[in-house]
Nanobody, 127 residues
Framework: QVQLVESGGGLVQAGDSLRVSCAAS????????IGWFRQTPGKERLFVVG????????VNTDSVKDRFTISRDNAKNTVYLQMNSLKPEDTAVYYC????????????????????WGQGTQVTVSS
């Protein structure tokens, strides 16, 4: 089964950019639907942006429109979350997740279809 490891989180200032990575082993990421989620203490894990196995990208426009994007490097078996113009409200633990076997649907903007999760990486944005 695929294993996911996030990296690249840290402390940044408002307005900065940051790229976090999700490296996979035990499976080929391009075969999976991949989602990036974030979670703050006491709150549910929320969808940020995702990339289907087909390459189609879906963004949570309510929260990260025009600021966050996702990309996939098949040679490195890694998916990236590029975050620009960061705001203090972007502070959270960011998780990548993988789902296999079904085409991308609206359900992939929720945690339900994802069987594989990384351990998360903390992103803190100071004002």
């Amino acid at each position: 089964q695929v294993q996911l490891v996030e990296s690249g989180g840290g402390l940044v200032q408002a307005g900065d950019s940051l790229r976090v990575s999700c490296a996979a082993s035990g499976g080929t990421l391009s075969s999976y639907n991949i989602g990036w989620f974030r979670q703050t203490p006491g709150k549910e894990r929320l969808f940020v942006v995702g990339i289907a196995s087909t390459g189609r990208i879906t963004v949570n426009t309510d929260s990260v429109k025009d600021r966050f994007t996702i990309s996939r490097d098949n040679a490195k078996n890694t998916v990236y979350l590029q975050m620009n113009s960061l705001k203090p409200e972007d502070t959270a633990v960011y998780y990548c997740a993988a789902s296999s076997g079904t085409p991308w649907t609206l359900a992939h903007t929720t945690v339900r279809p994802y069987a594989y999760w990384g351990q998360g990486t903390q992103v803190t944005v100071s004002s």
